[in-house]
């Protein structure tokens, strides 16, 4: 009985701590106030679906130039092979008609034919992997990058993640429809969008959340879309060419909502660029220099291990801090 009683106290003083815990944590000093909400200039949409549209959106980075001129290149050898192949069927459909030909010739074997329908499909593919492969590889690697995004996909929303600048993770989420303000687009507006700046590399590196599941973050504005996995990243980067707006979705089917995580990015100037950050308590400073600057491990990367740096800035390798005037170069956080 005695020891009853014991275990009954113990447990009801387990209890109390226990109970104890969430208000200890709530009597936490209260958050600086946040600064200033951040309005952006740029009102323009540049990278959005309309009407009746059936080519690219408009090409604002590097590597759309580059998809746009190659998907071109395509058509073309396309359209050469469907006309080749649509006028040899209609010759024969009609030279070898059974009333014009009456007696078909039993020729097979013939050499030369041969050897040319194996060479020119040959050759034909060979000149779309060429450039296929190298576009591949441009698209894969960030050559001198200024900043990096982190992007998580969850079920349902992105959330996004400047480290350079110190913006902490902030999630993005689709507005209602039912709280669209006037001129706002259905499922294409967020609560939160992401500012990138114009004229900057900025390394991608898409994720998602480890007890979840796969989704993938696209920009078609930007040609830019990466699958995020659980437990896995993918690299990719943008520059932004054009301040404006671009809309992108996920363009994985990850269940439920997977209609209702849009994608809105607003490309500003760095200054811009700058103050919004500073609106998410970040330090800013980091892309609005003139400096490329490398975030990457070095070493790690060959070809981000050349970071341009102006002799009178030397870059400082342990403070994370921007100096007035050179732009750090930050450790790899890998
Ligand atoms: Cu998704």
């Not at 387990?14 to 815990?21: H, I, K, M, T």
């Not at 989704?215 to 995020?228: C, I, N, Q, T, Y």
């Not at 103050?275 to 490398?294: D, F, I, M």
């Not at 341009?308 to 930050?330: G, H, I, M, Q, Y």
Request: glycine share 6%; hydrophobic share 40%; proline share 9%.
């Amino acid at each position: 009985m005695k020891k009853f009683w014991l275990f009954f106290v113990v447990a009801v003083l387990a209890g109390f701590s226990a109970d104890a815990a969430p208000v200890a944590k709530t009597a936490a000093p209260p958050a600086p106030a946040a600064p200033a909400a951040f309005m952006p200039s740029v009102t323009n949409v540049i990278g959005a679906p309309h009407n009746w549209g059936w080519d690219f959106q408009p090409d604002v980075t590097p590597l759309s130039h580059h998809m746009h001129v190659f998907n071109t290149y395509i058509t073309y050898i396309i359209a050469i092979i469907t006309l080749v192949v649509l006028s040899l069927i209609t010759y024969i459909i009609i030279r070898f008609h059974h009333k014009r030909n009456p007696v078909p010739s039993k020729t097979a074997h013939n050499t030369l034919l041969e050897i040319i329908w194996t060479t020119i499909p040959i050759i034909v593919v060979i000149a779309i992997v060429i450039p296929s492969i190298k576009l591949l590889y441009y698209a894969d690697r960030t050559e001198k990058a200024d900043m990096t995004l982190k992007v998580v996909g969850y079920q349902w929303y992105w959330s996004y993640e400047l480290p350079d600048q110190k913006v902490k993770e902030f999630e993005s989420r689709v507005i209602p429809e039912d709280k669209l303000l006037p001129g706002q687009r259905r499922l294409m507006e967020v609560d939160d969008p992401l500012v990138l700046p114009v004229g900057k590399t900025v390394r991608v590196l898409v994720t998602a959340d480890p007890l979840g599941v796969i989704h993938s973050w696209g920009v078609p504005g930007l040609s830019f879309k990466r699958d995020a996995m659980p437990g896995r990243i993918n690299e990719g980067w943008i520059r932004i060419e054009q301040p404006g707006i671009y809309y992108g979705e996920c363009y994985q089917l990850c269940g439920v909502d997977h209609a209702f995580m849009p994608i809105k990015i607003i490309g500003v100037t760095p200054e811009e660029f700058d103050r919004w950050v500073v609106s998410k308590q970040g330090t800013p400073g980091y892309a609005s220099n003139e400096l490329t600057v490398s975030t990457s491990t070095p070493g790690k990367n060959a070809g981000d291990a050349d970071a341009t740096t102006s002799p009178k800035a030397e870059p400082n390798l342990k403070n994370d801090e921007p100096p007035a005037t050179a732009a750090p170069v930050k450790e790899g956080k890998k």
